[in-house]
C-alpha cells in the first residue's frame, strides 16, 4: 500500500493539473467512499491517477475557443461517473471519455450566428446568380427561402446548447429526448409548423440511435436549417 500510494503522489507532484482534477473530485469521491466502503474493494489505489490523467486529457481536448459549453458537458459528464458509476469501471469510462469529447465537439462546435451568416450573405450576393437563366429572379427565390427559413429557425435552434450543458445526455441519452419534447412544447405555443416537423424528425431519429445504442446526436445547424428549406418544396 505504501509503495503504490508514494507512485500515485509522485504521479501528482509531477502533474499538478491531474492533482488538480483529482482535487476537484475529491469531496464527491471522500464521500462517496465514506458511504459505499464495499465498492472500493477490489479497486486499486493507482485507478485514481488513471482517472485524473484520462480526465485531464480529455478536457483539455475540449479546452479551446468557442467550446467553453462542450467542456462544461464534459464535465459534467465525468462528475456523473464520479457519482453515479461503479468505481471499478472508472478506469475504462475515463479512458473512453476523449472518443465521446469528440462526439460533443461535434454539437457544440458550429455557432448559429456564423451558420446564419453564412447562408444571408450567399443568398445576398447577386455574383451567385448571373450565371443562371433569370439570375435576378432566381437571388429572389432563394433570398426569400433563406430569410424565412431562418426566421422559422430562430436564435436558439432545435436544442438550447447552454441547457444541453448542463444535463449527463450521453450517459443518460433519453434526458436529450426529454429536451427536445420540452422545446417541443414551447413551440406549440407559438404554432411554429416547421420547427414542429423538425423536432418531430429530430427526435424519431434520437430514439433510433437510442435503440441501436449509439449517441443520440443532433444535426448541426446548417443542416437542419437545409432540411427545413427542402420541406417547404414538399
Not at 462517496?32 to 478536457?59: C, I
Not at 450566428?113 to 444571408?120: E, P, T
Not at 414542429?196 to 443542416?223: C, D, G, R, Y
Request: charged share 20%; proline share 5%; glycine share 2%.
Amino acid at each position: 500500500i505504501a509503495r503504490r500510494t508514494k507512485e500515485v503522489l509522485d504521479q501528482f507532484e509531477r502533474n499538478p493539473d491531474q492533482a488538480g482534477f483529482l482535487c476537484s473530485i475529491f469531496n464527491t469521491l471522500n464521500e462517496r467512499s465514506r458511504n459505499e466502503p464495499s465498492a472500493f474493494a477490489e479497486v486499486e489505489l493507482t485507478v485514481l491517477s488513471e482517472v485524473a490523467q484520462n480526465g485531464v486529457h480529455t478536457l483539455s481536448n475540449v479546452n479551446a475557443e468557442g467550446l467553453t459549453l462542450c467542456k462544461q458537458a464534459m464535465t459534467t459528464l465525468l462528475q456523473g461517473y464520479v457519482v453515479n458509476r461503479p468505481p471499478a469501471d472508472w478506469k475504462l469510462l475515463f479512458k473512453e471519455a476523449t472518443n465521446i469529447a469528440f462526439v460533443l465537439k461535434y454539437m457544440f462546435r458550429e455557432q448559429l450566428v456564423k451558420a446564419k451568416f453564412m447562408f444571408l450573405d450567399y443568398a445576398n450576393n447577386p455574383l451567385n446568380f448571373r450565371k443562371m437563366p433569370n439570375g435576378s429572379e432566381m437571388q429572389q427565390i432563394v433570398r426569400k427561402l433563406v430569410n424565412s427559413t431562418l426566421y422559422s429557425y430562430g436564435d436558439v435552434g432545435i436544442f438550447d446548447p447552454e441547457k444541453l450543458a448542463e444535463i449527463d445526455f450521453i450517459s443518460h441519452p433519453s434526458l436529450l429526448v426529454e429536451h427536445l419534447s420540452e422545446s417541443e412544447k414551447a413551440r406549440i405555443k407559438v404554432s411554429n409548423t416547421d420547427m414542429l416537423l423538425l423536432n418531430e424528425v429530430t427526435t424519431k431519429w434520437m430514439e433510433h440511435m437510442i435503440e441501436q445504442s449509439f449517441p443520440p446526436l443532433a444535426p448541426h445547424h446548417t443542416q437542419a436549417i437545409v432540411v427545413m428549406m427542402m420541406a417547404r418544396f414538399y
